[in-house]
Nanobody
Framework: QVQLVESGGGLVQPGGSLRLSCAAS????????MGWYRQAPGQQRELVAS???????NYADSVQGRFTVSRDNAKNTVYLQMNSLKPEDTAVYYC??????????????WGQGTQVTVSA
């Protein structure tokens, strides 16, 4: 099993910044990708940003240019730097990883979620 522990959510004013962190631990053979999803009330969970093992990144159009995803492979940790936050960024943010526990066994794992609220 792989466990994900998130930190860094909170309340911030519009235009402010927050940094989320997510550390993976447990039976990890290889991590393919790590990333962040979010889910606002009454809406579907959506991809925010992801980074693969080679460092390639992918962003939702709504956060491009404002958010930066990065990864520390040595620490199995992914970060999400969120700048110029808007009220519409308010959501529960979930860390996700696709990881191998062995050469042949892989799965998708989720963190418990951290609330980000952007409000004056």
């Amino acid at each position: 099993q792989v466990q994900l522990v998130e930190s860094g959510g909170g309340l911030v004013q519009p235009g402010g910044s927050l940094r989320l962190s997510c550390a993976a631990s447990g039976s990890i053979f290889h991590i393919v990708a790590m990333g962040w999803y979010r889910q606002a009330p009454g809406q579907q969970r959506e991809l925010v940003a992801s980074v693969n093992a080679g460092g390639g990144t992918n962003y939702a159009d709504s956060v491009q240019g404002r958010f930066t995803v990065s990864r520390d492979n040595a620490k199995n940790t992914v970060y999400l730097q969120m700048n110029s936050l808007k009220p519409e960024d308010t959501a529960v943010y979930y860390c996700n990883t696709r990881a191998y526990e062995s050469r042949s066994k892989w799965d998708d794992y989720w963190g418990q979620g951290t609330q980000v609220t952007v409000s004056a």
